[in-house]
C-alpha cells in the first residue's frame, strides 16, 4: 500500500516537470516560427509554399496542410481567410475560403449534401467519391499544387481538403462586390445602350459576348503581379486580328515582374507600352462595351483589367482618339457635321490661344478682315503670357475642384467660379476680357474632344506653344508646331503610324475620318490593323445570289 502510494506521488510530482519541459519546447518552437517569418523572403506564393514546408505538394495530412496555410495565410489573424473543419462519412476534411468572396447559399447546398455521407459510400478514396459522385457543383477542379489552391482561393474560389488525399477540390463559389452596369459618364449618347463596364472582368466579358457572337471571339486570361496577382484579359477574333500583334502583347504581358499593378490598366499600360514621357495616349480607352465590340471587329486587340470599368484598345491612332460613339448613331449626314464641329473644337483647343496672341503682340501676321482681333482695352499691366498661364492654371485648378466637389455643392461651386473668374477678374483689371473669351472657348474644345487623355495632351502642348509665342514671336510658332507633328509622326502605336491615314497618305481612309459614311458604302476594314480578313462584307457577287 505505501509502495502504491510512493508510486503515486513520484508520477504526480512528474507532471509539472513533464508540463515545463512541453511549455519550454512550445516557446521554442514559437520562437522559431517567429524567426523564420522575420526572414522570409518569398517573392511570390509557390516560393513561400516551399519555404515552410520544403515542396509545393499538398499533404496527405490535414494537420500538416492546415499548419502550412496558417504561415502562408495567416489562419486566426485575418477575419476573413476561413478554414472550417468537418467529418463526412467518417473523414475529416477542411474546407478553406475567403469570407468576403464566397457564395453562401453554394457552401451551405454542398455541405448539405456531404453530410449524409456514411462511411461506407466514401470507402477509402473519399477525395475521389467527392469529386465524382457527392459535389453538387458545376465548376469543380482538382489541384495537386498547394500554391496554386491558395491562388486560386485569393480569387474568390473555395478548396476542400481531404485527409489522405494528395490534393484539392477547387469549387469556383467567387462572388465579388460589384455594381451594375451603368453609362460611362465620359462616353454618354443621345440615343444608343445606357450599359457600360464595372469593375468586374468576368461581367465586361459577358457585356462584350453579348454583342459579339462570333465563335473566333477569344479571351485569354493571365495573372500579372507577384502580390496583387490580378487577372488580365486579352480579346480579340481569331480570323480577323494580326496574329503578331497578339502575340507580342502576350509575351509582354507574361514578362511583367513586378509587385503587381493595383491601378489596374494604366499601370498595366506603361509596363506594356513604355513611352516615356511622350504626353499623348497610344491606346484607346472606352467603357462602352458596344464601342469595345465595333473595335474587335475592326480587327483591334482588346486588353480587360479585373477591377477597372474600361478598355485598353490597341492599336490606336491620333484620329480614333477624336471620334465618338455619338456619331455612328446619327445619320450620315449630322455624323459627319458632328464630327467636323469636334475636330474644330480640337482644333481650337490646341492653336486658338497661340494664334490669337501671335495676332496681338505681331500685327504683322493679321490677314486682312482680321483687324479686330486684339485687345480693345488694355487696362492691365500684367502681361498677355501671364494672364494666359494665369487662366490656364486657374481653369485647371477648377476641373479639379469639380471633381472633389460634392454632387450637390459642385453647381454652387460653378456659380463662385464664374463670377470671381469671368467678372471680378476682369473689372479688377487682370484680365482682358478677350483672353477670358478665348480661353473660354479653348477649354470648351478641350471637353469636346472624345479621348480625356487626348484633351490633357493638348492642353498641355497648348501652353508649349504658349510660351514659345511669348518668347520667339512667329519662329516659335512655326518651330513648335513643327516638333508636334514631329512628336506625333516618329511615333508608333504597336508598330503603326500614329498619324494614319494623313501620314502614311491613304486616301480611301483619309475620307471615312473626315465623312462618317453609310454602313453598305464602308466595305473595308483599316489596313493599318494588317488585319487577316480586311472585308467587312462578301463580295458584291454572292451577295446578288
Not at 5 to 17: A, K, L, S
Not at 171 to 200: I, K, M, N, Q
Not at 340 to 363: C, D, K, N, Q
Not at 389 to 404: K, N, Q, S
Request: net charge neutral; hydrophobic share 40%.
Amino acid at each position: 500500500m505505501r509502495k502504491m502510494e510512493r508510486r503515486g506521488q513520484e508520477e504526480h510530482t512528474d507532471e509539472p516537470v513533464l508540463d515545463a519541459a512541453y511549455a519550454e519546447h512550445k516557446r521554442q518552437h514559437e520562437k522559431e516560427d517567429e524567426r523564420k517569418k522575420e526572414e522570409e523572403t518569398s517573392a511570390n506564393v509557390e516560393e513561400s509554399v516551399i519555404y515552410w514546408q520544403g515542396q509545393d505538394d499538398i499533404s496527405r495530412s490535414l494537420k500538416e496542410n492546415k499548419e502550412t496555410l496558417t504561415k502562408v495565410l495567416g489562419l486566426g489573424e485575418t477575419f476573413d481567410v476561413v478554414f472550417r473543419e468537418m467529418t463526412f462519412g467518417g473523414t475529416p476534411t477542411g474546407i478553406l475560403f475567403i469570407n468576403g468572396f464566397a457564395k453562401d447559399n453554394i457552401l451551405t447546398e454542398i455541405l448539405k449534401r456531404l453530410s449524409y455521407l456514411t462511411p461506407e459510400q466514401v470507402s477509402s478514396h473519399a477525395l475521389h467519391s467527392y469529386f465524382e459522385y457527392y459535389i453538387p457543383h458545376i465548376q469543380v477542379t482538382k489541384e495537386h499544387k498547394l500554391s496554386s489552391v491558395i491562388n486560386s482561393v485569393m480569387t474568390g474560389m473555395s478548396a476542400i481538403f481531404v485527409e489522405g488525399g494528395m490534393a484539392a477540390i477547387v469549387l469556383d463559389t467567387r462572388s465579388y462586390p460589384a455594381r451594375g452596369p451603368e453609362e460611362p459618364s465620359l462616353e454618354r449618347v443621345v440615343r444608343g445602350a445606357r450599359d457600360g463596364f464595372t469593375e468586374t472582368m468576368l461581367t465586361n466579358v459577358a457585356l462584350i459576348r453579348r454583342r459579339l457572337r462570333d465563335p473566333g471571339l477569344k479571351f485569354e486570361v493571365m495573372q500579372v503581379g507577384r502580390r496583387t496577382r490580378t487577372d488580365v484579359c486579352i480579346a480579340y477574333i481569331d480570323d480577323i486580328v494580326d496574329k503578331v500583334m497578339v502575340d507580342s502583347i502576350r509575351e509582354k504581358i507574361k514578362k511583367i515582374d513586378n509587385d503587381g499593378i493595383p491601378l489596374a490598366d494604366k499601370q498595366l499600360e506603361e509596363l506594356i507600352i513604355n513611352k516615356g514621357w511622350h504626353p499623348y495616349p497610344l491606346v484607346r480607352y472606352s467603357e462602352r462595351p458596344d464601342a469595345v465590340a465595333s473595335h474587335i471587329m475592326e480587327g483591334r486587340v482588346v486588353i480587360l483589367v479585373d477591377t477597372s470599368p474600361s478598355a485598353m484598345i490597341m492599336p490606336t491612332t491620333f484620329f480614333d482618339l477624336c471620334q465618338h460613339a455619338e456619331e455612328n448613331r446619327q445619320t450620315p449626314f449630322m455624323g459627319s457635321y458632328l464630327r467636323w464641329i469636334r475636330f474644330a473644337g480640337i482644333f481650337a483647343s490646341l492653336f486658338l490661344l497661340p494664334l490669337w496672341m501671335l495676332m496681338v503682340i505681331y500685327p504683322e501676321v493679321r490677314m486682312p478682315g482680321l483687324e479686330f482681333l486684339g485687345p480693345n482695352e488694355n487696362n492691365t499691366h500684367i502681361p498677355l503670357i501671364a494672364q494666359f498661364l494665369m487662366i490656364e492654371f486657374g481653369v485647371d485648378l477648377l476641373r479639379l475642384a469639380a471633381v472633389h466637389t460634392p454632387t450637390p455643392l459642385a453647381s454652387a461651386m460653378g456659380l463662385i467660379a464664374a463670377i470671381l473668374v469671368g467678372d471680378i477678374a476682369v473689372k479688377t483689371g487682370i484680365f482682358v476680357n478677350e483672353v477670358v473669351l478665348y480661353m473660354a472657348v479653348a477649354a470648351i474644345g478641350m471637353f469636346a474632344t472624345p479621348s480625356y487623355e487626348l484633351g490633357l495632351a493638348n492642353r498641355l502642348i497648348r501652353l508649349v506653344l504658349l510660351v514659345l509665342v511669348a518668347v520667339f514671336k512667329v519662329k516659335g510658332f512655326v518651330v513648335g508646331v513643327t516638333l508636334i507633328l514631329i512628336l506625333l509622326i516618329t511615333h508608333r502605336s504597336y508598330n503603326s503610324s500614329y498619324m494614319w491615314p494623313f501620314i502614311p497618305f491613304n486616301a480611301k481612309a483619309m475620307a471615312e475620318i473626315i465623312l462618317r459614311r453609310p454602313m453598305l458604302t464602308s466595305r473595308d476594314r483599316p489596313s493599318f490593323n494588317k488585319t487577316r480578313d480586311s472585308s467587312r462584307m462578301p463580295p458584291r457577287e454572292r451577295r446578288r445570289e
